[in-house]
């Protein structure tokens, strides 16, 4: 039935995209439904926001605009589902099937819209989409001195605004305890009221928001006794890192659920609406009443919390993440299902990735407790550090080839996100979420025109397949020389606007980066380098991030 709608929507979108020949206007009127909702009015300041910023078109009141688009939300059987009707001249209808819908149709229309032949070309696409997976999330790990920790909220804000216009309907944040003596810590406090703001713009843009947190961490000013047994981890796959309690002592379980009723309170003003409990990297225990964590402490755990979480936020979900169960000896997926096979308790996800490939036991053996199935794929991290100080890092193979692992067995996932360096890979994801069937390839073309000009599709994909080739920083082979070209090349096409956006440049200096190491055989050394460098530290807010893995690299 998915590719029978899939198949038509296509058909429909060619028949009226050679119907519709579209010219350029600089005048825009929006229209909103009568008593449009709160998100309602953000899409329509986020719609006019994208338009005024990347050209030179206004957003007028009068009837006298070249162009007017109509917004308007009619309740249907899909939720989340968008139609784009009109003949642009001078009409352009967004219909969504609610506030999100609409949000997406936007998004949509904007993609297929051109913003560099002087004044705004209206996009041409006509039909109408609606997303298979439900959960279409991201995590921001707010961290290290990172972007999400440091740029100024502004900045994220506006990211927040444009990550919904690709689909993305879940924000998840982090509360790195670890790091502070406690709430009344100064930082903390600091670092709570910047995740509540991103919170709020999160909700105006139609977005579940929520926390992924360790369940046994805790403070740096914990009293040692109460501190883990460290996990097993022959083949080091489990991390160990934080500040880490042991939940069979007592007082240590004691302290934990204080905390966590602590946490929940300080989010009242936004509400809720979803947990995501993480086992390892930092947590676990490895104590004998613990252990195997993944299906006896950690499930336990989660679960006592969950109820305080569900005490004071009724509609809260619960998702459980199984990051490296797949570690053999413990047998901790085997564990799990049986654990939820007695009682469920208050889960509603299971989330599963890890290092490399996705693991293959709720693939072949059915998700512990029969419950829909979520990724966690890893876009920020993997295979290059410092994280994003080379640049743009485009995946857009290897992330097809994990989606296809996943065998369209997931509702969605939560992409772990270290910054902007990954854009692109955000994007894929979300994408991915939205239509399965879409090859990553496809949507990184369909970024391309959107971001850049839709002239440029070719020789930029082109450079980022050569990025991709080239991402291990050890073997840069001679093709560095090639994206390079293809990059300038493209640049030539760009309004100046373009050219000065971030994503232009993080792309640009990730081909000047691989260009310049392939010369020197990797040595970080000159001032071309140097100064791209410092470059992407500005573009980050990354000057005082932790300096492994958040700085890019420091050239004296
Ligand atoms: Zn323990």
């Known amino acids: 039935m998915k590719s029978i709608s899939n198949h038509f929507v296509l058909v429909l979108s060619l028949f009226f995209t050679a119907q519709l020949a579209s010219a350029q206007v600089h005048t825009v009127r929006i229209t909103l439904p009568k008593n449009a909702g709160m998100i ?142 406690g709430f009344d810590d100064v930082a903390a406090q600091q670092l709570l009221t910047r995740l509540k703001s991103i919170m709020h713009v999160a909700k105006a843009n139609g977005m579940k928001v929520g926390l992924l947190q360790v369940a046994n961490g805790s403070f740096k000013s914990t009293p040692k006794e109460l501190l883990n047994i460290p996990v097993p981890d022959q083949l080091h796959r489990r991390g160990d890192f934080g500040v880490n309690l042991n939940p069979a002592i007592p007082e240590a379980h004691t302290a934990l659920t204080r905390q966590w009723a602590l946490l929940m309170d300080q989010f009242k003003d936004v509400g809720l609406d979803v947990i995501v409990y993480w086992p390892y990297d930092e947590g676990g225990c490895g104590c004998s009443e613990c252990w195997p964590w993944g299906s006896r402490g950690f499930p336990k755990l989660s679960n006592d919390l969950s109820k305080i979480s569900r005490d004071k936020y009724p509609g809260i979900q619960v998702v459980l993440s199984t990051w490296v169960f797949d570690t053999p000896e413990a047998g901790e997926w085997e564990g799990l299902s049986k654990y939820l096979q007695k009682d469920k308790g208050l889960v509603n996800y299971i989330m599963a990735d890890a290092h490399e490939d996705f693991p293959r036991y709720p693939l072949d053996k059915g998700v512990p407790g029969g419950l829909p199935l979520l990724n966690f794929p890893e876009i920020s991290m993997w295979g290059q550090a410092p994280w994003g100080g080379y640049g743009a890092n485009p995946l857009t193979d290897r992330l097809q080839h994990l989606w296809n692992e996943t065998e369209n067995k997931l509702s969605g996932g939560f992409p772990y996100s270290e910054g902007i360096y990954e854009d692109i890979n955000k994007v ?102 140097k100064n791209a460098f410092n470059e992407l530290t500005a573009i980050y807010h990354a000057e005082h991030g932790h300096s492994m893995p958040i700085h890019p690299p420091v050239i004296q």
């Open 40 to 181: 309602t009015e953000h899409a329509r300041q986020v719609l006019a926001n994208q338009i005024t910023n990347r050209c030179d078109a206004k957003i007028v009141d009068g009837k006298t605009a070249e162009l007017n688009i109509e917004l308007v939300t009619e309740t249907t059987a899909t939720s989340e589902s968008f139609r784009i009707t009109g003949d642009g001249k001078p009409n352009i209808r967004i219909t969504g099937s609610d506030e999100n819908g609409l949000i997406y149709g936007i998004g949509k229309f904007l993609r297929s819209s051109r913003f560099d032949q002087g004044g705004f070309t209206p996009g041409t696409w006509r039909g109408s989409s609606a997303p298979a997976g439900k959960a279409r999330g991201m995590y921001f790990a707010s961290h290290f001195g990172n972007f999400y920790e440091a740029a100024p909220i502004d900045e994220v804000s506006q990211y927040v605004d444009e990550l919904a216009l690709w689909g993305v309907n879940y924000l998840v944040l982090y509360f790195p305890e670890f790091q502070f003596t």
């Open 428 to 529: 894929i994801c979300s994408q991915l979420y939205w239509n399965g069937q879409r090859f990553t390839a496809d949507i990184v073309r369909e970024y391309i025109a959107f971001e850049f000009s839709p002239d440029v599709v070719d020789q930029v994909a082109k450079a980022l397949e050569i990025f991709e080739s080239n991402h291990d920083r050890e073997h840069i082979n001679t093709s560095a020389k090639e994206a390079f070209r293809l990059i300038e090349d493209a640049e030539q096409k760009l309004t100046p606007r373009v050219r000065k956006s971030w994503r232009w440049r993080i792309l640009y200096l990730r081909a000047l980066i691989d260009r310049e190491m392939f010369a020197t055989k990797g040595k970080l050394e000159g001032e071309t380098l």
